[in-house]
């Protein structure tokens, strides 16, 4: 079987000091070792080949236990498969990314992915198996009952077969990245940008969860579960979705976090755990034959599987938002934690713990997970577009701020659909703010490419020079492109009017009550273009009425603020 292969791999790896493989950490390089298995065991299912890899070292792993249950402990002994012996070179990658781990500011067993994005490979593969086998409900030795709190009276029956979700949802295996907010329920509105964890009905009695999703449970759930029974509910979640920096992007070897504190739910993780849940998703409902993993992969971190550009990786968190619902994800991290009871106590942290306990959890969990990931945007940090330093001393924002500028670059004119194409233009645009017109920085606080993700410019923290005379008081965000006559793709203008300030308000960076505004409103200037300004007009949160604080001329005091009309080649101030 497909299976099988994969099983072969992960066998034979030990976890090895890190840096010690010889090929780049991405996922390409990922590709080219699954693409030698398949190469090399041309007579099994070339399918399986990934499960393999991972589950041979969960065999011996932290995670056996609950791997063995969720998929099967037969798998570990019965793919009776010949040694089809990886390259060194790939021997040494598979080690080296076969387990996540963060320890030291570092993170481990991860990979950049061609979008940008950084990726944790062991969650990936542990979400190709279960889709694979295409077994997504298993019961759980379970009989105690509890009284969830923050829950619905009666969760949603997880069933003795999956949800009926085809291979995505019959809306994004269609999408284009322009999917409506229609088609994507959870960002229909600022107001609607995830599900929601039900309100509390502590007096409400439910069942402990009797079935577990396999796929959920080993890709998202049981690792949601173990980071949030360390942290009281009364704070901040732990380290929820920390950023990091490639040593080097055209060679990635080295990961580091911006936060050394981060806990293991890292953007790589959850990235890796998305893109499981989202291609075992895909797997599980697709017939044989399947497509080779290999072949998968890159047609996901490429142009979208099966020519579906709405199915990549670019869109992880508006086809996961879609897919996973906070009342869905309650249940399954409650069940993997009461499964964990039973499994493994290595973790003494859950032993003793009540079902009511782990209900909480559970709830907690879910909401962060749903609300502060899933319901923000991906934004890639600084360092990811290759930023030169910031020249100066940044002056800090007295957060939260009341505004949101609206801007578009005009030049760069086109819209950037690719990671290539917004970096070049990150780079272009700090240089012309930079050595052309004398400033510290690029002058915007976020800039939104047309690839599904958001550029940091400024950032949440520091004042911008966007908007003359107003930087103190809000964000600048710029579409890249020329939006004179033409608009920008749905799903950048979704981001900024829905996802971004939602996220920001739940943050406390930006008031609930907060002013939307076009560049044109405040200065002389035709930016953000007739055609997006006319649409802005008609958003939540437009302020149709506003004062500028001052002339709209250049004064001397702010001559390396000029206004774009004078340098019609870019459009900051």
């Given at each position: 079987t497909v299976q099988g292969i994969l099983w072969i791999l992960l066998r034979s790896l030990l976890w090895p000091e890190p840096g010690t493989a010889s090929l780049p950490l991405s996922m390409d390089s990922v590709i080219q070792v699954l693409m030698e298995i398949e190469q090399k065991a041309p007579a099994t299912e070339p399918s399986h080949t990934t499960s393999a890899w991972m589950l041979s070292v969960q065999s011996s792993g932290p995670h056996s236990h609950f791997y063995h249950f969720l998929l099967g402990a037969q798998s570990f002994n019965a793919a009776k498969l010949g040694p089809y012996p990886l390259s060194p070179e790939l021997q040494g990658l598979a080690e080296e990314v076969s387990q996540h781990g963060v320890w030291g500011g570092q993170e481990?067993?991860?990979?950049?992915?061609?979008?940008?994005?950084?990726?944790?490979?062991?969650?990936?593969?542990?979400?190709?198996?279960?889709?694979?086998?295409?077994?997504?409900?298993m019961n759980l030795p379970l009989d105690s009952t509890a009284a969830p709190p923050d829950a619905e009276a009666s969760f949603p029956d997880v069933g003795a077969t999956a949800p009926d979700v085809t291979a995505i949802s019959p809306e994004l295996r269609s999408a284009s990245p322009d999917v409506t907010s229609a088609d994507v329920g959870a960002y229909s509105s600022p107001d609607a940008r995830t599900?929601?964890?039900?309100?509390?009905?502590?007096?409400?009695?439910?069942?402990?969860?009797?079935?577990?999703?396999?796929?959920l449970a080993v890709t998202v759930a049981r690792n949601l579960g173990l980071t949030f029974l360390q942290v009281p509910q009364t704070q901040s979640h732990p380290g929820l979705g920390m950023e990091g920096c490639w040593d080097k992007l055209s060679e990635p070897r080295i990961f580091t976090l911006l936060d050394p504190k981060a806990s293991l739910l890292t953007v790589a993780f959850l990235n890796g755990a998305l893109d499981g849940v989202l291609l075992g998703n895909y797997l599980s409902q697709t017939p044989e034959p399947r497509p080779p993993l290999s072949s998968l992969l890159r047609q996901y971190y490429g142009a979208g599987v099966s020519g579906d550009p709405g199915l990549r990786s670019n869109f992880r968190r508006q086809n996961g938002a879609a897919l996973i619902s906070a009342t869905t994800l309650v249940q399954q991290v409650w069940g993997a934690?009461?499964?964990?009871?039973?499994?493994?106590?290595?973790?003494?942290?859950?032993?003793?713990?009540?079902?009511?306990?782990?209900?909480?959890?559970?709830?907690?969990?879910?909401?962060?997970?749903?609300?502060?990931?899933?319901?923000?945007?991906?934004?890639?940090?600084?360092?990811?577009?290759?930023?030169?330093?910031?020249?100066?001393?940044?002056?800090?924002?007295?957060?939260?701020?009341?505004?949101?500028?609206?801007?578009?670059?005009?030049?760069?004119?086109?819209?950037?659909?690719?990671?290539?194409?917004?970096?070049?233009?990150?780079?272009?645009?700090?240089?012309?703010?930079?050595?052309?017109?004398?400033?510290?920085?690029?002058?915007?606080?976020?800039?939104?490419?047309?690839?599904?993700?958001?550029?940091?410019?400024?950032?949440?923290?520091?004042?911008?020079?966007?908007?003359?005379?107003?930087?103190?008081?809000g964000f600048g965000v710029a579409f890249v492109g020329n939006y004179t006559a033409a608009l920008p793709t749905e799903a950048a203008l979704r981001t900024v009017r829905d996802v971004l300030p939602s996220c920001a308000v739940r943050a406390g960076l930006l008031r609930p009550d907060y002013a939307l505004l076009g560049h044109r409103q405040l200065v002389r200037t035709d930016c953000p273009g007739d055609a997006l300004f006319h649409l802005l007009s008609t958003w939540p949160h437009f302020k149709a009425t506003v004062k500028p604080r001052t002339a709209r001329r250049t004064s001397q005091r702010s001559r390396r603020e000029l206004p774009a009309m004078i340098l019609p080649t870019t459009d900051p101030q």
């Open positions: 481990f067993g991860v990979v950049l992915a061609p979008d940008g994005s950084t990726v944790a490979v062991e969650p990936l593969l542990a979400g190709l198996e279960a889709g694979l086998q295409g077994r997504r409900v599900p929601d964890v039900p309100a509390s009905l502590a007096d409400a009695k439910a069942e402990s969860p009797a079935t577990i999703d396999s796929l934690l009461a499964l964990l009871q039973k499994l493994e106590p290595v973790h003494p942290q859950i032993q003793g713990m009540s079902q009511e306990q782990l209900a909480q959890v559970a709830t907690y969990a879910a909401k962060e997970f749903t609300e502060a990931f899933l319901g923000c945007p991906a934004i890639h940090p600084r360092c990811r577009w290759g930023a030169a330093p910031y020249r100066g001393s940044p002056k800090p924002l007295q957060l939260p701020l009341g505004f949101l500028y609206v801007h578009h670059t005009y030049v760069p004119a086109p819209p950037c659909t690719d990671f290539a194409h917004c970096v070049a233009n990150m780079r272009s645009m700090q240089r012309f703010h930079q050595d052309t017109k004398g400033w510290d920085d690029i002058g915007y606080s976020f800039v939104v490419g047309s690839d599904g993700y958001v550029y940091q410019g400024r950032g949440w923290d520091w004042v911008g020079a966007h908007t003359l005379s107003h930087n103190h008081l």
